[in-house]
């Protein structure tokens, strides 16, 4: 009985060892010239359809035709880069006469008035415009005030006669000061207005008053936040801040003892965050806590300064909430390790090397902390003091003071959070005085910012602005040494506008410009990114105006282009990098050309690129105006809407024209005023002249030859932004219906790219077609892409691109007649599956192009995404195989989604999503506000809230670095094939280079598994983590910056006894709680 239950075993064996080798047998039966001979034929037939239907053929014969009347040139980039930078000199150069204008009025008009402290004034409050009461009477401080929607301030209701004003919620809007300071102020709205006539491409012109107020022209409708609070203070502006006052290193010493347990911790934080806010890039700083003993509030800063920005300045801000108070205060220590730090910055020629000052915020100090001074300040003084006494008690108010008086600073009483922002004000005031004095009228520029007014309107074409400002002072004699500063004037400066200077054209479909600050931080690039998706909102990234050039030009790893522009140097540098397209899925290997400059007058320095090959050649070519105009008029043509053909912008009658508008009337004579570029007309029309043909071309395709259905649109495109296109299926047919249209940024001529299909074909064999998988929002289409040359004198250059957008439908059906054996097919002595067919289950086919994304698939799910996510058994083995190629790219803007709760060890030391934490912060301190007018402190427990947030689970993006592949097929390897082992089974497959494409034909065998083998190869991005150490370093660690040429430090003049003890202006407390009540009822009921 055993040795029978073993002959069965035996047998059983046998039979699982025959069928698994059966199996292995038909696997091998996929016939590699069986495939080869499928590609080739569908290759014939893929270059028939888009040949015929797109007219490349055509266009290149026709460009072919007039390469005797053309010329080549090779654009000189030295010579670019200067006419560009002295272009874009010339226009920042108008805007900074604009702002001296505007300074020397509101001096001359505050030397001429006396204080008035009885003065009545009636003034357009921005806040109480055309708003009537349910009688129809007009507001206080309101009044009927024409708005009209205008073009060229982001079509927003503006009024262009008259400036207005705009009053934060914690300033009383009838104080006499703010009264005074608004009727000198009136003499500017002469200034706007011809300012603004002079200089038609002005945007927004403001005086920011030290006071509080801020007058804006034109003037406006402003609008509350949803809490009904006016919560901006042009004071807090940088484009202020920066005037106001000259680079500057800053101790913050926080006193953490246990007297000042509960509000008091509260307000000292506010204060804080109040003084950080107040700091810029070119400034430098740390926080310092202390008792009995000194504590860094970031260790790994310890002994140091740190450059302000964005970053560090909210990572102080988390930290700071993190503080506790315990212990006994002791000065000396903390006061010693200050002045330690900024002697020895400036012994070492680090930080700022300008003025330097230590903020000193307790609720007291009791020891004999002369001795400090003497051995560390005086006499010289060269570290001021400023000092911010915290709660009610007074008892140690001579001790505070005295400090700040005897160090050339400022002394202050904090004793409620409506307290906090005027008096932290009043160190800027203090450190102005050296250049007031002087009357030195440095010109200000500020980074990158976003302008929140149009964030929140449609216009973010104009996102990212720059600001120049100039400080306005007080020229009166009796009050010289004072040193008064009156506020800033300012205008916005659009950066998209700046960059239009540097036309698209000349750059080439790869090049590009782009803008740096002497920080080494981006203005303008083409790959920055300010946004970051989170859900179906848009919203800034945290850091978006701190992202250094070195993140973006990442392959400038020794950072010899950054390090030069920096220092304003102009030169050249060669760099091969790895580049990207198609929304960073598709690798590019460019070798670029970098010039660069420094722009005069300014902090900022101007790069240019371009690439080896088709970027640095160009041809030209001459048509008479009458014949360019008949062709230029086509139905089918347009033109690049972002480009500047013709500037329509200086003359207010010009603007109601579109682009191709101008160019023609300024053609035919009509408006010979216009300032248009010559260059780019004149190969406008020689480019509408040769590809005229196509129109009539396509037409008779549509007229005489039944289109095969699926073929939607045929287009081409030129260097001079020229767009033809014709659409093949009306409109109620095509599935591709967003293609080409306004909203396709993605395929047209934009300010920051040529279209993607353009860029594609431009790298690629000129009259090979390169097909890829388009999936917008699930509308998924196939597009082709070649382009067309000319060559003169031996040169050849890109003339164009051609192409054709077709329907999945239509490759499909052509591809499922090719890829199958005709049932006839001899299969005697064929063994495994015969006849073979791509609509079978035993196969699965699929197209893939050269950057491995599916263009066709039996599932239409996986078309558009990449192979190894599909099949990543097969897509491994290509890889091993060197088919296709792994590119490793870097995102250094990238956003990563953060989980965690925050705790009080909590020291993470990269930014978070601090939008969240501001956001909580000004809400709860408001609040605090609210409460403690009312006498409510008692309820406020600082201990109970911190419980609160220990347990509140936070999920937000924040700022990261990853790291992810791209993929590139490699030409050379024509075909593969081979057996992939999966446990049980033996995969199959075979690849076929699609001749004349860049495609291949995958066909493998359906019947074995290979997923728990091998696992997808996804794209997804995989963020780079660093240890602790390096962090530290990273952050600590200052790049190469170029410091502010003015600095003004010292006076001998300067009233140093004017030190503090009482306040200007006043706070409408009522108004402000009534505001927050609103707050609080709202937050306790959402």
């Known amino acids: 009985m055993e040795s029978r239950a073993r002959g069965v075993r035996r047998l059983l064996a046998l039979l699982g060892f025959l069928s698994l080798w059966l199996a292995a047998q038909a696997q091998m039966k996929i016939p590699p010239e069986t495939v080869q001979q499928w590609a080739n034929v569908f290759s014939v037939q893929l270059r028939e359809v888009t040949v015929k239907y797109s007219g490349s053929l055509l266009l290149q014969k026709k460009l072919k035709d007039v390469e005797p009347i053309i010329k080549i040139v090779e654009i000189d980039g030295k010579d670019l880069v200067k006419d560009y930078s002295d272009e874009i000199e010339r226009m920042l150069g108008s805007k900074m006469k604009s702002v001296k204008r505007l300074a020397e009025s509101a001096e001359d008009a505050d030397l001429y008035h006396d204080f008035n402290s009885t003065l009545e004034f009636d003034y ?11 009688d129809g009477n007009y507001a206080d401080l309101g009044g009927e005030f024409p708005l009209e929607e205008n073009e060229h301030f982001n079509n927003l209701p503006v009024n262009t006669q008259q400036s207005d004003i705009q009053v934060p919620t914690n300033v009383y809007n009838k104080d006499p000061v703010i009264l005074n300071a608004i009727y000198n102020s009136e003499a500017l709205n002469d200034v706007f207005i011809s300012n603004f006539q002079k200089d038609p491409t002005l945007t927004w012109q403001f005086f920011g008053s030290s006071a509080g107020f801020f007058r804006i022209y034109p003037g406006i409708k402003w609008t509350p936040d949803a809490n009904g609070v006016a919560a901006f203070d042009c004071r807090n502006r940088n484009w202020y801040i920066q005037a106001a006052t000259s680079p500057k290193d800053i101790i913050i010493m926080v006193d953490i003892s246990g007297s000042m347990k509960g509000l008091k911790m509260t307000i000292a934080k506010h204060t804080i965050n109040t003084i950080l806010d107040t700091l810029g890039e070119n400034d430098f700083v740390n926080v310092i806590a202390y008792t009995d003993y000194v504590r860094y509030v970031e260790p790994c800063f310890k002994g140091t300064l740190v450059q302000a920005d964005l970053d560090n300045r909210e990572h102080f801000k988390l930290l700071v909430e993190e503080i506790h108070v315990k212990g006994e205060a002791k000065i000396n220590k903390a006061m010693k390790e200050a002045f330690k730090i900024l002697n020895e910055a400036r012994a070492n020629g680090q930080g700022s090397m300008c003025n330097q000052a230590i903020m000193l915020i307790t609720d007291g100090a009791m020891e004999d902390f002369e001795a400090v001074f003497e051995e560390y300040n005086w006499p010289d003084r060269r570290v001021r003091v400023f000092t911010y006494l915290i709660g009610r008690e007074m008892t140690f108010a001579q001790n505070t003071k005295w400090i700040a008086c005897n ?9 409620t959070l409506a307290d906090v922002q005027e008096n932290v004000m009043e160190y800027l005031h203090v450190l102005s005085r050296p250049m007031v004095i002087n009357h030195n009228h440095d010109i200000i520029w500020t980074e990158a910012y976003m302008d929140s007014v149009l964030f929140n309107t449609k216009a973010q074409s104009l996102l990212l602005m720059t600001s120049v400002s100039m400080p306005v002072f007080s020229k009166k004699k009796e009050t010289l040494s004072h040193g008064i500063l009156l506020g800033v004037v300012g205008t916005d400066v659009p950066l998209q506008e700046v960059m239009k200077l540097a036309p698209r054209y000349m750059l080439g479909p790869h090049g590009y410009a782009f803008l740096i600050t002497n920080n080494g931080y981006i203005l303008a690039h083409p790959d920055l990114r300010p946004l970051y998706k989170d859900g179906k909102k848009l919203k800034p990234k945290p850091n978006y105006n701190s992202v250094d050039l070195a993140e973006v030009e990442w392959e400038d790893k020794d950072e010899q282009l950054r390090t030069a522009m920096v220092r304003g ?3 050249s540098l060669t760099l091969s990098t790895r580049s990207s397209m198609d929304k960073a899925r598709r690798p590019l290997f460019l070798v670029n050309n970098y010039f660069y400059t420094n722009i005069d007058d300014t902090p900022f320095s101007f790069g240019m690129v371009l690439t080896q090959g088709p970027g640095s050649l160009m041809f030209m070519g001459n048509v008479s105006v009458e014949e360019g105009l008949h062709d230029l008029t086509s139905p089918d043509l347009f033109i690049a809407t972002d480009w ?29 005023d216009l300032e248009c570029d010559e260059v780019l007309l004149s190969q406008l029309l020689f480019d509408a002249v040769v590809t005229a043909p196509l129109e009539a071309y396509w037409n008779a395709l549509m007229l005489s030859d039944r289109v095969e259905p699926g073929i939607e649109t045929a287009f081409l495109g030129t ?39 353009y860029r594609m074909a431009v790298e690629n064999t000129p009259g090979r077609f390169l097909y890829y998988p388009i999936n917008d929002k699930g509308v998924k289409y196939i597009v082709a892409t070649t382009s067309v040359i000319v060559s ?25 007649a090719i890829a199958k054996q005709p049932p006839d097919t001899d299969c005697s002595n064929i063994e495994g599956v015969c006849p073979l067919s791509c609509e079978s289950s035993d196969l699965n086919c699929f197209l893939v192009d050269s950057n491995g994304f599916v263009l066709l698939s039996k599932d239409r799910d996986e078309i558009g995404r990449f192979f190894g996510e599909v099949d990543g058994s097969v897509m491994a083995s290509l890889l091993k195989m060197g088919m296709y190629k792994k590119v490793s790219l ?27 934490v501001a956001l909580m912060r000004w809400f709860f301190s408001n609040a605090l506000m609210f409460l403690l007018d009312f006498n409510f402190c008692g309820l406020w427990h600082s201990d109970y809230f911190a419980e609160a947030h220990k347990q509140k689970k936070q999920e937000a993006y924040i700022p990261c670095e990853t790291g992810y592949p791209g993929y590139m097929y490699d030409s050379s390897v024509k075909e593969a094939n081979s057996l992939i082992k999966c446990g049980r089974c033996q995969k199959m497959f075979v690849v076929q280079q699609i001749p004349d494409s860049n495609l291949v034909l995958v066909v493998t065998q359906a019947d074995c598994d290979c997923s728990r083998q091998y696992g997808p190869i996804p794209l997804q991005p995989k963020e780079i983590e660093h ?3 390096v962090k530290c370093n990273r952050m600590k660690s200052q790049k190469v910056r170029r410091r502010p040429q003015s600095c003004h430090a010292y006076h001998p003049k300067e009233n140093a006894k004017d030190c503090g003890g009482a306040n200007n202006i006043s706070v409408s407390l009522s108004l402000f709680s009534a505001a927050l009540l609103v707050s609080l009822a709202r937050h306790h009921w959402t």
């Open 1027 to 1029: 240890n602790a150490t």
């Open 719 to 757: 260097r001079s932004g020229l767009l033809r296109l014709t659409r093949y299926a009306g409109i109620e047919n095509r599935v591709a219906k967003r293609f080409l249209t306004p909203g396709d940024k993605d395929n047209l001529f934009t300010i920051d790219h040529f279209p993607l299909w």
């Open 124 to 134: 357009y409050n921005s806040m109480m415009i055309n708003t009537v009461d349910e």
């Open 890 to 916: 870097f995102d250094y803007q990238a956003m990563c989604k953060n989980s965690h709760h925050h705790h009080s060890g909590a020291r993470p030391l990269l930014s978070p999503f601090y939008g969240i």
């Open 407 to 415: 160090n050339k600073g400022y002394y202050t009483h904090i004793s």
């Open 792 to 816: 003169s004198a031996g040169k050849t250059a890109v003339a164009g691109a051609i192409g054709l957008q077709m329907t999945l439908d239509l490759l499909e059906k052509r591809f499922w």
């Open 644 to 672: 500047t053909y013709c500037e329509t912008d200086i003359d207010p009658d010009h603007r109601k024209y579109t682009q191709i508008q101008a160019a023609i009337r300024y053609l035919l004579g009509k408006e010979p």
């Open 569 to 571: 140097d102009t030169g």
